[in-house]
């Protein structure tokens, strides 16, 4: 990712720990998933949770993968889901969250699509020539007014 934010471009501090950074050796994960280090490499290997890798090809869990391992294994222990439903239900949740970023996107998109053109609106009418007068369409009164010269004037 050289070092650029995913979610806005910007350069970020290498050294600094987010939710995405893959720090925890599997038997650190499993501890702190409450899980056996064989279920988290089975968990891997199904494509449930997938943890970074490091050269040596070792697993480096992130504290998002810590609680995604939660999730399946809540899923599947209290809710009695198998584990090809709680694949699904990650990946739809997944697609879910592509699809809100992408609502948000294009939303941001058309606002500024909005402003754009209300400034190319106000600009038009400001190139407009002082001499001409819009045109309003009057209504005919029906009244009928006489006028009658004063005698004597």
Partial sequence: MNGRDARDG??????QLTDESPVYVISVAAQLSGLHPQTLR????????????????????????????????????DEGINLAGIKRIIELENQVAALQS??????????????????????????????????????????????RPKRGE
């Fill in 102 to 147: 992408r609502v948000a996107e294009l939303s941001a998109a058309v606002e500024g699509a909005a402003a754009a053109m209300q400034q190319r609106e106000a600009q038009v009418h400001a190139s407009y020539r002082r001499d001409l007068v819009p045109y309003q369409d009057v209504q005919q009164a029906s009244a009928l007014v006489v006028w």
């Fill in 42 to 77: 089975q968990y891997d290997r199904l494509g449930l949770v997938s943890p970074d890798r490091t050269a040596g090809r070792g697993r480096r869990y992130s504290a998002r993968d810590i609680e995604l391992l939660r999730t399946v294994q809540q899923l599947s222990q």
């Fill in 10 to 15: 910007r350069r970020r501090n290498p050294f």
